[in-house]
């Protein structure tokens, strides 16, 4: 048991050995291990996994008691994780969870960035993100998808397809902005970036996600110009504040052609280095004086926003990535900063409607070459499907596998528990030398309120209803998964957005074919079903292609009949 229970250099176990006395508890082991492990992870010492604070548990002994629980529970338990602390193992059944998670839930009320600080403090509390806290993260390649198929539908819409040709202009190289450059240059685009943390250009570097990191700003935007006249794909870091390099552009009148954001926002106090500060000296002020750096990061913030918008209005297609910033400077007094888009509404909803969302997958084998035997099986059996057959190649021409070897894959509804049902078998008949974990990001169809981000403009208005994603974990739970998560901040920041996962391990036995077969089905159908709800014609469309498993027995605009309750 000590084995596992190091805290520095932490890895999954790979292989066939059960250290647990099942799979559904062996899964969650090796993928918390792997949200550790420092080639995935941004700051394993501190438990951080990616996205400002967003930890994989509460405290190295919380980390040490879960690890202990897994590796002693029996196959007819579950453990209870309170924002990364375990608390109850119970008696349930085999077909039971193995591990229910709820991460920085708080009531609405309490639900500001101050009071969870306040609690967190107190050890009471501890950020999740969305993959962090409910161990499903596989590095910025999570992301990248799509981050790809937002930067393609916006070539589709504003340009001739591709990003040839075309600058984007961004910042922050963490690990879910670390996917933005190599994205861009998928489309054959110029990526220039600017990243405050000379660390994290580095890592990016390390895992063949950027191409140059420079500390000039001049020598930075000079390059990037020359390889946009030329055609020339290709992707820059540069050690500068984001606001030092856009305002750099804004002076000398340079407009990027596509315009985003990928720093933390979404949580100030850690996730944005305030202009003027060092990464150091930031570290020493948020200890020393958080109110002096909350104000100093949302002044940044607001100044950040305004150069976004003069470029925007410059003719920069700009858009909000999912990291609030458009909130916190609005609060600010920035009050034209909803002008720029959000992303989902802009350029990722039909997805959504089609039941398409981040679904991924990890061989607990260890071994790359099973990853492509898998890699192979997709495009066999969705090789007609343009764009799953256009991501397979060029992720297994570009990503480098951090950890455990992984793949996303954006599958829509009738495509992931196909896939995984298919999985299972090959484990069966041994194929594949171990189990396969299956699972997907919080930012998907069905399991997210987010009024900033997944839900944003919601045909119907019900951009806050949270009650699809809590529906959503029920329904996983209901329907086997090993583990389901419900977590509150992911993505837009504490107060913005509630959001569930669910994860199943195929480990080749009928009772894992049942759990995939169900999860995987029901988890982007209830996705479907909430967008047909609000009243989308392809959500529909979608929804009757599958009626045989499914039934919506009043769903859709017009079964909705105002509240009669003031009558
Ligand atoms: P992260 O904390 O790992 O990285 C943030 C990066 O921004 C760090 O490298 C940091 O040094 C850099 N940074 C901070 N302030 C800066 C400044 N002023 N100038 C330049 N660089 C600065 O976070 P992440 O995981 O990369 O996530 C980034 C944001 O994207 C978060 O708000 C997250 O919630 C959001 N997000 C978006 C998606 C999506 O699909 N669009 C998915 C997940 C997360």
């Excluded at 996303?408 to 008949?429: H, K, P, T």
Aim: overall charge negative.
């Amino acid at each position: 048991m000590q084995d596992f229970m190091r805290h520095s250099e932490i890895q999954a176990p790979t292989g066939p050995e059960l250290h647990c006395k099942g799979w559904g508890q062996e899964g969650a082991l090796r993928m918390l291990m792997n949200n550790l492990d420092a080639r995935v992870g941004e700051n394993p010492a501190q438990r951080i996994v990616y996205g400002g604070r967003g930890r994989a548990a509460r405290s190295w002994p919380a980390y040490d008691k879960i690890v202990e629980s897994l590796l002693t529970m029996d196959n007819d338990e579950t453990l209870l994780i309170q924002s990364g602390k375990p608390v109850g193992v119970f008696k349930t059944q085999p077909g039971a969870p193995r591990v229910l998670i709820a991460n920085a839930n708080l009531v609405g009320k309490w639900a500001t960035l101050e009071e969870f600080d306040r609690l967190e403090q107190m050890g009471l509390t501890m950020f999740g993100q969305m993959t962090a806290g409910s161990w499903i993260y596989i590095g910025s390649q999570g992301v990248i998808q799509g981050t790809f198929e937002t930067l393609a539908a916006l070539a589709t819409k504003h340009f001739d397809g591709t990003l040839r040709g075309r600058l984007y202009v961004s910042a922050g190289l963490g690990g879910m902005g670390g996917a933005q450059p190599l994205s861009v240059k998928m489309l054959d685009g110029v990526a220039l970036l600017a990243e405050v943390d000379a660390r994290r250009i580095q890592k990016r570097l390390d895992s063949g996600y950027l191409d140059v990191g420079l500390e000039s700003i001049p020598e930075a935007v000079n390059i990037a110009l020359q390889a946009k006249a030329e055609g020339r794909a290709l992707s820059i870091g540069v050690h500068c504040h984001a606001n030092e390099l856009l305002q750099y552009l804004v002076a000398e009148r340079i407009t990027p052609d596509v315009l985003s954001d990928q720093t933390a926002a979404h949580d100030p106090l850690v996730g944005y280095i305030p202009d003027e500060l060092t990464v150091e000296e930031a570290t020493i002020l948020r200890a020393e004086d958080p109110s002096q750096y909350l104000q100093k990061a949302r002044q940044s913030i607001a100044h950040h926003v305004e150069n976004m918008l003069v470029l925007q209005r410059a003719g920069a297609q700009t858009f909000d990535y999912g990291n609030n910033i458009r909130r916190e400077a609005f609060d600010q007094g920035v009050t034209d900063a909803f002008e720029i888009l959000g992303y989902v509404p802009a350029y990722l909803r039909d997805l959504f409607c089609e039941g398409k969302g981040p679904f991924r997958w990890a061989v607990l084998s260890g071994k790359p070459e099973e990853l492509y035997q898998l890699d192979q099986l997709a495009l066999d059996m969705f090789g007609d499907n343009p764009l799953l057959r256009r991501w397979f190649t060029l992720a297994r021409q570009y990503i480098q596998f951090q950890g455990l070897p992984a793949r996303i894959a954006y599958m829509g509804l009738g495509e992931r528990d196909a896939f995984a049902v298919r999985v299972n078998e090959w484990v069966a008949q041994g194929k594949l030398s171990a189990p396969v974990v299956f699972g997907r990001d919080h930012h998907d169809t069905g399991s997210v309120a987010s009024p900033y981000r997944e839900t944003e403009k919601m045909a119907d208005g019900s951009d806050a209803i949270a009650d699809w994603p809590i529906l959503n974990a029920l329904l996983n739970t209901a329907a086997g998964a090993h583990w389901v998560s419900f977590h509150h901040g992911g993505g837009t920041g504490i107060g913005y957005s509630l959001h569930a996962g669910a994860v199943v391990v195929a480990d080749g036995s009928d009772d894992s074919a049942g759990r995939l077969s169900r999860v995987f089905f029901n988890d982007p159908g209830i996705g479907v079903i909430r967008h047909a709800d609000a009243g989308y014609s392809l959500a529909e469309k979608t929804m009757l292609a599958h009626s045989a498993r499914m039934r919506a027995p009043f769903v859709g605009p017009a079964s909705n009949i105002p509240s009669d309750t003031r009558a």
